[in-house]
């Protein structure tokens, strides 16, 4: 159980479009969804959390009207790069929490985006 | 806030050999402690988890120690196999519920 399934695994895109990643939980409802952000040999950096129904919290530093986050479902997350540059590419990664609290947190496979 | 950090950004070990990778914490009310494995080009992958209330754990050939007075926590994994070699993470959360992850170890195992 616990399955998170993250789409695309990757992506190329040219300067200036928009990207979405999705990012689903798909043998459990997921309360909470996190996504981050690693460079190469750097640890996860997190960009927002979201919880079901409202709207993202995102860290400080992250740009809300650029990296656009909806968690509509239970099931499903989103994060869109818009107006993407190559400085924004970067290995994106969802986690899911089925229950509240502190308790574990599944992780998507990843999207590698490259900007060209 | 969380500040969470690592002893050795590198492992290298013989296969059969027992490892140990150390993380330290700086949030005496954290409370939750995740370690993962993230193999390259991957996500990061569940291994075992403790609580506050707890000093130990164990799984299939894990264990994971946690020390409250001294903030650090430590994963051992028994018999290190060429399997194991990937980055190993810890993430410590508290009253936030927000996890915050570790700089990371990279496990090197020889055959």
């Known amino acids: 159980g616990a399955v998170v399934s993250q789409h695309p695994s990757w992506v190329i895109c040219k300067s200036g479009t928009s990207v979405k990643i999705e990012c689903r939980s798909l043998d459990f409802q997921a309360t909470t969804m996190f996504w981050y952000r690693q460079f190469p040999k750097q640890s996860l950096m997190l960009m927002a959390t979201?919880?079901?129904?409202?709207?993202?919290?995102?860290e400080q530093g992250v740009e809300k009207d650029k990296f656009l986050i909806n968690h509509a479902s239970l099931t499903l997350s989103t994060l869109t790069v818009t107006s993407a540059h190559p400085e924004d590419s970067s290995f994106y990664i969802c986690s899911a929490r089925g229950r509240t609290g502190n308790t574990e947190a599944f992780f998507g496979q990843g999207t590698r985006l490259t900007v060209v | 806030g969380e500040s969470v950090g690592l002893h050795l950004p590198t492992l290298s070990v013989q296969e059969g050999d027992n490892s140990i990778i150390n993380c330290a914490y700086s949030?005496?009310?954290?409370?939750?402690f995740i370690w993962y494995k993230q193999e390259s080009g991957k996500g990061p992958q569940f291994i075992i988890d403790?609580?506050?209330?707890?000093d130990k754990r164990q799984g299939q050939r894990v264990t994971v120690l946690l020390n409250k007075t001294v903030k650090h926590l430590s994963l051992q994994i028994a018999a290190t196999q060429p399997g194991d070699s990937a980055v190993y993470f810890c993430?410590?959360?508290?009253?936030?519920?927000?996890?915050?992850f570790g700089r990371g170890t990279s496990l090197i195992v020889h055959p």
């Open positions: 979201s919880n079901e129904g409202s709207k993202a919290t995102y």
């Open positions: 993430a410590v959360s508290g009253g936030s519920y927000i996890p915050t």
């Open positions: 403790i609580r506050s209330n707890m």
């Open positions: 949030n005496s009310a954290s409370d939750y």
